[in-house]
């Protein structure tokens, strides 16, 4: 990505609201949407996830096609006049994810277009790669912005609430239970941004960058059988090739949103990559952690991120300056981007 993006509308459907507004105001007022499920977690308890409350009992694809749908809705709600000139990257778990309830990415998105009918959408893209998808999803829509879009939407929608998700994350000792403190909350959600190249907006994309992580955390598995020693080199990458894009450092930054889950890999990522790209002293940056409201939401993280910090900004109680947002995934890949107030 190089130049600019400017977001100018959001959607959401999370456990703490049904909306943009609400979920916005829940996160900054630090409250969480972590309930009993009906899944059975370790010791034949309950487990606790953070279910979107939804109108109806919809399971499956079809329930994140409706989540998406009302996400999307509401950004055309917003800007009316986005309608039937948008183009959609829909961001979607990676294949192959244990418990991915998106089979089809074509025929999802078929789902989501039959229920929102009477809003058309342009051409419709699909990048399946879990928490990061955002990012590369950000590229993308500056080339289609670039070749001619008007406006583009990024829609994030992922649920780690299914059985298999459950049975699989229980086997792997990665979700957080009463045995286990090192691990992270199921959550589902959908979100969405609207970007544009024509139009000025609330929030302004500066740089993008993309890196993999060789010791990433499943790493110990792989074919070679390789246990490397996390160094925070992807993030680091991810980092600098945000900074040099927008033109900043890593001391002008004065706020950080990321897809910390609660899993002790993340927050040692991050931690690294700090100490590995700030050279000037500033004063403390604070981090703002969507996982302790929303738990693992998957590839609605980084729309869901922008949304935040987009309000963050428009409405003030965000410190001023580029924000910095990053994602990584389990199989190495890391994003990040940084935004400002336009």
Same mark, same amino acid.
């Given at each position: 990505?190089?130049?600019?993006?400017?977001?100018?509308?959001?959607?959401?459907?999370?456990?703490?609201?049904?909306?943009?507004?609400?979920?916005? $105001?829940?996160?900054?007022?630090?409250?969480?949407?972590?309930?009993?499920?009906?899944?059975?977690?370790?010791?034949?308890?309950?487990?606790? *996830?953070? @279910?979107? @409350?939804?109108?109806?009992?919809?399971?499956?694809?079809?329930?994140?096609?409706?989540? $998406?749908?009302?996400?999307?809705?509401?950004?055309?709600?917003?800007? @009316?006049?986005? =309608?039937?000139?948008?183009?959609?990257?829909?961001?979607?778990? =990676?294949?192959?994810? @244990?418990?991915?309830?998106?089979?089809?990415?074509?025929?999802?998105?078929?789902?989501?277009? =039959?229920?929102?009918?009477?809003?058309?959408? *342009?051409?419709?893209?699909?990048?399946?790669?879990?928490?990061?998808?955002?990012?590369?999803?950000?590229?993308? $829509?500056?080339?289609?912005?670039?070749? *001619?879009?008007?406006?583009?939407?990024?829609?994030?929608?992922?649920?780690?609430?299914?059985?298999?998700?459950? %049975?699989?994350?229980?086997?792997?000792?990665?979700?957080?239970?009463?045995?286990?403190?090192?691990?992270?909350?199921?959550?589902?959600?959908?979100?969405? #941004?609207?970007?544009?190249?024509?139009?000025? *907006?609330?929030?302004?994309?500066?740089?993008?960058?993309?890196?993999?992580?060789?010791?990433?955390?499943?790493?110990?598995?792989?074919?070679?059988?390789?246990?490397?020693?996390?160094?925070?080199?992807?993030? %680091?990458? $991810?980092?600098?090739?945000? /900074?040099?894009?927008?033109? #900043?450092?890593?001391?002008?930054?004065?706020?950080?949103?990321?897809?910390?889950?609660?899993?002790? /890999?993340?927050?040692?990522? %991050?931690?690294?990559?700090?100490?590995? %790209?700030?050279?000037?002293?500033?004063?403390?940056?604070?981090?703002?952690?969507?996982?302790?409201?929303?738990?693992?939401?998957?590839?609605?993280?980084?729309?869901?991120?922008?949304?935040?910090?987009?309000?963050?900004?428009?409405?003030?109680?965000?410190?001023?300056?580029?924000?910095?947002?990053?994602?990584?995934?389990?199989?190495?890949?890391?994003?990040?981007?940084?935004?400002?107030?336009?």
């Amino acid at each position: 990505m190089s130049g600019r993006i400017e977001i100018l509308a959001s959607g959401m459907v999370t456990a703490v609201g049904l909306d943009a507004a609400s979920s916005c $105001a829940a996160m900054r007022a630090r409250l969480d949407g972590f309930q009993e499920t009906r899944f059975l977690g370790a010791g034949g308890k309950w487990q606790v *996830g953070a @279910p979107v @409350p939804m109108p109806r009992n919809w399971i499956g694809a079809k329930r994140l096609a409706h989540m $998406a749908a009302a996400a999307i809705c509401e950004i055309f709600e917003k800007v @009316p006049a986005a =309608e039937g000139r948008t183009d959609l990257i829909l961001c979607l778990a =990676e294949e192959g994810r @244990p418990g991915r309830l998106v089979a089809d990415g074509g025929d999802f998105a078929r789902q989501i277009g =039959e229920i929102i009918s009477h809003m058309p959408l *342009g051409a419709i893209r699909i990048v399946a790669h879990g928490r990061p998808s955002g990012c590369v999803a950000l590229q993308q $829509a500056r080339h289609m912005l670039t070749e *001619g879009s008007e406006y583009v939407m990024i829609v994030g929608v992922d649920s780690y609430l299914s059985r298999l998700s459950i %049975t699989h994350y229980l086997a792997e000792e990665r979700l957080l239970t009463a045995a286990n403190h090192n691990g992270f909350i199921p959550g589902e959600a959908a979100a969405a #941004v609207l970007c544009s190249a024509r139009h000025p *907006g609330h929030l302004v994309v500066t740089g993008n960058g993309l890196a993999r992580e060789e010791a990433y955390i499943y790493n110990r598995q792989g074919e070679d059988g390789l246990d490397l020693p996390l160094r925070g080199d992807g993030m %680091t990458r $991810a980092y600098k090739a945000a /900074f040099d894009e927008a033109g #900043v450092a890593h001391s002008d930054i004065t706020l950080k949103i990321g897809d910390q889950s609660g899993e002790s /890999f993340g927050f040692k990522q %991050t931690a690294l990559a700090m100490l590995r %790209t700030q050279r000037i002293a500033s004063t403390v940056q604070p981090i703002w952690a969507i996982g302790a409201s929303l738990g693992n939401v998957g590839a609605a993280a980084m729309p869901l991120m922008l949304g935040w910090a987009m309000a963050a900004t428009h409405k003030g109680y965000g410190p001023t300056g580029p924000i910095l947002i990053e994602a990584s995934g389990d199989d190495g890949a890391c994003g990040a981007l940084v935004a400002r107030a336009p």
